[in-house]
């Protein structure tokens, strides 16, 4: 009787080292972009970063995951240039990903992350080995800037022949 008691007890016990050992492989990778803060309008960013294994056992990148403020959009297709694993302690620098940001966006700072999934298993797509944030000021375009500078020039002048003309 004493052992049916304990039963229910074991394989909780079991499911907590399971569930605590899934844990200790998240976040296994250093991602270190190195400008996670870019600005300007109408044109695509590149984020480089450096990637380092700080873990004791071989991570495999197996796949990528992103987000960012509408309406910029990424383009994740330089992560897949990257090294499939990373030994102990290894790193590697190299472009990641891009951020586009459309002509005539509306003027601000956009968030984003962007994580690295993976884990020691070589098709595990659902473990977030890194991640890192990133920002991306969209600022006005040079063209609106000059024709604002342009209205104002012309209203003084305006005033200016007006003034002279009394």
Same mark, same amino acid.
């Given at each position: 009787?004493?052992?049916?008691?304990? =039963?229910?007890?074991?394989? &909780?016990?079991?499911?907590?080292?399971? !569930?605590?050992? @899934?844990?200790? #492989?998240?976040?296994? &990778?250093?991602?270190? =972009?190195?400008?996670?803060?870019?600005?300007?309008?109408? #044109?695509?960013?590149?984020?480089?970063?450096?990637?380092?294994?700080? $873990?004791?056992?071989?991570?495999?990148?197996?796949?990528?995951?992103?987000?960012? +403020?509408?309406?910029?959009?990424? %383009? %994740?297709?330089?992560?897949? /240039?990257?090294?499939?694993? /990373?030994?102990?302690?290894?790193?590697?620098?190299?472009? =990641?990903?891009?951020? +586009?940001?459309? *002509?005539? @966006?509306?003027?601000?700072?956009? *968030?984003?992350?962007?994580?690295? !999934?993976?884990?020691?298993?070589?098709? +595990?797509?659902?473990?977030? *080995?890194? $991640?890192?944030?990133?920002?991306?000021? *969209?600022?006005?375009?040079? $063209?609106? !800037?000059? !024709?604002?500078?342009?209205?104002?020039?012309?209203?003084?002048?305006?005033?200016l022949r007006r003034r002279r003309a009394r």
């Amino acid at each position: 009787m004493k052992i049916l008691r304990n =039963l229910p007890v074991t394989p &909780l016990a079991i499911a907590c080292v399971l !569930l605590a050992g @899934t844990a200790a #492989k998240a976040g296994t &990778l250093s991602i270190n =972009l190195l400008a996670p803060f870019q600005s300007g309008v109408g #044109k695509v960013f590149a984020f480089d970063a450096t990637v380092t294994n700080t $873990s004791g056992s071989t991570v495999f990148l197996n796949a990528d995951a992103f987000s960012v +403020d509408s309406p910029l959009m990424v %383009d %994740d297709s330089p992560f897949f /240039l990257t090294p499939i694993s /990373l030994g102990p302690s290894n790193s590697f620098t190299a472009l =990641l990903f891009n951020v +586009d940001v459309p *002509a005539g @966006t509306p003027v601000g700072v956009y *968030a984003g992350s962007f994580e690295i !999934l993976g884990s020691a298993d070589p098709s +595990d797509t659902t473990t977030v *080995a890194g $991640s890192a944030v990133f920002n991306v000021q *969209a600022t006005p375009e040079p $063209s609106s !800037l000059i !024709l604002v500078l342009m209205g104002f020039a012309g209203v003084g002048g305006s005033l200016l022949r007006r003034r002279r003309a009394r």
